[in-house]
C-alpha cells in the first residue's frame, strides 16, 4: 500500500510559480513512477507530467511543457513539480499518482492505481 501527499497549492497571479510536492510512504518507490494530474471543475482529469522511479524517464502533457518541471528525491520518497510561467487555464485541483513500473513511464490515469487526495492551484489573472 502506497499513501500520498501533496502540499504545495495556492492562489498565485498569472506569470507566477508554485513549487507543488508529494510525500509518499508506506514502501520504498524505487520501483514505481509518479505522475501528476489535474482536474478542473467541469472537466477530465488531465496528465501533466510523470517521471519513473531512477528519474531516467519523464514525460508531459502538451499544456506544461517547456513551463512544468517534474523531478523526484527518492531518499526523501518525494516528488515534485515546479510550475512556472502560470496561466488561469492551470486552475485546478492538483493529484499526486503512483504505479508500480519499473519499465515504463505511464501517462494516463487508468494506470495508476495509487492517489493523493489533492491540492488546489488557482491562478488569478
Known amino acids: 500500500q502506497v499513501q500520498l501527499v501533496e502540499s504545495g497549492g495556492g492562489l498565485v497571479q498569472a506569470g507566477g510559480s508554485l513549487r507543488l510536492s508529494c510525500a509518499a510512504s508506506?514502501?520504498?518507490?524505487?520501483?514505481?513512477?509518479l505522475g501528476w494530474f489535474r482536474q478542473a471543475p467541469g472537466k477530465e482529469r488531465e496528465f501533466v507530467a510523470a517521471i519513473r522511479g531512477t528519474g531516467a524517464t519523464i514525460a508531459y502533457g502538451d499544456s506544461v511543457k517547456g513551463r512544468f518541471t517534474i523531478s523526484r528525491d527518492n531518499a526523501k520518497n518525494t516528488v515534485y513539480l515546479q510550475m512556472n510561467s502560470l496561466k488561469p487555464e492551470d486552475t485546478a485541483v492538483y493529484y499526486c499518482a503512483a504505479v508500480y513500473s519499473p519499465f515504463r513511464t505511464p501517462t494516463t490515469k487508468v494506470e495508476y492505481n495509487y492517489w493523493g487526495q489533492g491540492t488546489q492551484v488557482t491562478v488569478s489573472s
Open positions: 508506506g514502501r520504498t518507490l524505487i520501483t514505481y513512477s
